[in-house]
């Protein structure tokens, strides 16, 4: 079965500090695709990247980076010269192609604080 | 305007009621979903539609019934809820149910007594 784990439930900086968010995942298939999301105090998931496990590129935008571990099964995010407004709960999520259909299965989620 | 919408934004019902929520997406896409999100558990997928035809549901109560009339709304029918129901009801969509990024509603947030 699918399973993402966030082990970091929730994480407090002082801003201009830099966080990295830490995502594992489990899966059988050889093709996937890996997911984050930010969902600030107003509710609703913002996407923030999609990435292909044939992707092992790490990618970069503006402050926040990806790095795509196939080898240790891992996505973490970093935000880098952390800022207030990024304090939300940030989910990974993974998906799985079911019945013609694609199943996001997210991990519980880090609730990141950055305290000025 | 954000391009998932949700209605209403908070509800509060009794076990005996009878209440629908209510998602619109103005992105042209094809796929819409409903999540459960409670407490302390990871997000749920509850039900998909693929050009309004659902193509999922994932083991839920029949106390929830979806309705998906066209590609662009989505409802949830509630009725004889129960306390445990409680939860941030959250919509989605993307383009086509395979591989796409979805876009999320701000959810409803829901409250059963």
């Known amino acids: 079965a699918q399973k993402v784990t966030q082990a970091q439930t929730e994480i407090s900086v002082v801003e201009k500090e830099d966080v990295t968010l830490d995502c594992v995942y489990e899966?059988?298939?050889?093709?996937?695709?890996l997911f984050w999301y930010k969902q600030p105090p107003s509710g609703e998931l913002v996407f923030l990247i999609r990435?292909?496990?044939?992707?092992?590129q790490n990618e970069i935008s503006g402050r926040y980076s990806w790095n795509f571990q196939k080898s240790t099964s891992s996505f973490n995010f970093t935000i880098t010269a952390s800022q207030v407004v990024d304090s939300a709960v940030y989910f990974c999520?993974?998906?799985?192609?079911?019945?013609?259909?694609?199943?996001?299965?997210f991990g519980q989620g880090t609730r990141l604080t950055i305290n000025p | 305007e954000t391009g998932v919408t949700q209605t209403p934004r908070h509800l509060v019902m009794g076990m005996t009621n009878k209440k629908s929520l209510k998602c619109e997406q103005h992105?042209?896409?094809?796929?819409m979903y409903w999540y459960k999100q409670s407490a302390k558990k990871p997000l749920e997928l509850m039900f998909v539609?693929?050009?309004?035809?659902?193509?999922e549901n994932n083991s839920v109560p029949s106390r929830f019934s979806p309705e998906c009339p066209n590609s662009s709304h989505l409802f949830l029918h509630l009725h004889t809820l129960q306390p445990e129901d409680s939860a941030l009801y959250l919509c989605?969509?993307?383009?086509?149910?395979?591989?796409?990024?979805?876009?999320f509603g701000p959810g409803t947030r829901l409250t059963v007594l």
């Open positions: 989605a969509s993307s383009h086509s149910p395979l591989w796409n990024e979805q876009f």
């Open positions: 999520a993974l998906s799985e192609l079911i019945q013609g259909a694609q199943k996001l299965v």
């Open positions: 990435r292909n496990s044939f992707d092992e």
């Open positions: 992105l042209g896409h094809n796929a």
């Open positions: 899966t059988r298939d050889t093709t996937y695709y």
């Open positions: 539609y693929n050009f309004k035809e659902q193509t």
